[in-house]
Nanobody, 124 residues
């Protein structure tokens, strides 16, 4: 089992930045692709970004490309989501998720382990 804990959410003004962290316990992120998803009130959960085990492959949703960066520190067993130039439409609960495979995926059904989520609120 992999337990995931997100942190780093909060309230920020439009144009500001936040860095989310996702730390694994129980088992490590080794050989697992990791993704970030978000869910805004009244909307379905959507893909944000994903990263391969070695960090050599990344994928982003179109609305965040160029503003968000996903990275990982294997020594710390942590995956990060750096979010810059935040917009009010980025307001959501952000979830970290891990697969059992080292293959990037954009659908939430492909992920086996989920964190509890962290709230990000961007004011205009």
């Amino acid at each position: 089992q992999v337990q995931l804990v997100e942190s780093g959410g909060g309230l920020v003004q439009a144009g500001g930045s936040l860095r989310l962290s996702c730390t694994a316990s129980g088992q490590t992120f080794n050989r697992r692709a990791v993704g970030w998803f978000r869910q805004a009130p009244g909307k379905e959960r959507e893909f944000v970004a994903a990263i391969s085990w070695g960090g050599g492959a990344t994928q982003y949703a179109a609305p965040v490309t160029g503003r968000f960066t996903i990275s990982r520190d294997s020594a710390k067993n942590t995956v990060y989501l750096q979010m810059n130039n935040l917009r009010p439409e980025d307001t959501a609960v952000y979830y970290c998720a891990a697969r059992t495979l080292n293959i990037l995926a954009t659908t939430d059904s492909a992920y086996n382990y989920w964190g509890q989520g962290t709230q990000v609120t961007v004011s205009s």
